[in-house]
């Protein structure tokens, strides 16, 4: 992994400002980029999430969340949905159903999570679950902010579900003021399963 990291301004707390380009400079979208403190840090709350369905798709394709997050699935379709996921790091079901389920799901340990609809093979969407409060999602611009960065060493991970190779872990230095760090990502291109025709009135 390829970085250049710039330092500027002057605050307590330090927003992160990440770019993740591709080897011939083209932006990621939906790449991860999470900071975990080498030091202890200080307990932030951890927000909900919602992965919503939509037009027969997981709607974000990537979703990061902190360990402990709660993550909503609610069906806006007018057919019904059965999300599952059979990664170890979070297995579950969500059987054929429509509108909010009555209770969210809890990601409890940190990993690589792969969802999908047993009854529409091409829905897909991954959540990566980190050990960290610090952590942003790329754009289609293949930019994202890490915001309240306190100042300190960190190990920077960057992920994206279709990444060539692991990227190794590098450490950074967050100081007291805003930050810009450049990254290379070698990319896959998404793999689409098709998409059957689907009958609104049998599910």
């Given amino acids: 992994m390829a970085l250049l990291f710039v330092l500027a301004g002057s605050a307590k707390a330090a927003t992160v400002d990440a770019l993740v380009l591709d080897p011939k400079g083209q932006p990621v979208p939906d790449a991860a980029v999470v900071l975990y403190p080498l030091a202890p840090a200080a307990h932030k709350p951890r927000l909900p999430a919602t992965i919503e369905q939509r037009g027969s ?6 979703t990061v969340v902190q360990t402990g997050t709660a993550v909503e699935f609610p069906n ?3 057919i019904k949905h059965h999300a599952y996921s059979f990664s170890a790091a979070k297995r579950f079901e969500i059987k054929l ?9 809890i990601f409890d340990k940190p990993g690589e999570v792969v969802i999908g609809c047993n009854i ?5 969407a991954h959540v990566l679950v980190v050990d960290s409060p610090y952590f942003a999602r790329t754009a289609p611009n293949g930019s994202a902010a890490i915001a309240n960065v306190p100042a300190g060493r960190y190990r920077l991970q960057l992920w994206h579900p279709q990444q060539k190779a692991g990227q190794a872990p590098s450490e950074v230095d ?22 059957a025709e689907t009958d609104p009135d049998r599910y």
């Fill in 57 to 62: 798709e997981f709607i974000p394709y990537v």
């Fill in 76 to 78: 806006n379709d007018s």
């Fill in 97 to 105: 159903y429509a509108g909010k389920p009555g209770q969210p799901v």
């Fill in 174 to 195: 967050i100081g007291p003021s805003p930050a810009r760090i450049t990254m290379k990502l070698d990319v896959k291109p998404r793999e689409r399963k098709p998409r």
């Fill in 120 to 124: 529409h093979d091409w829905m897909e």
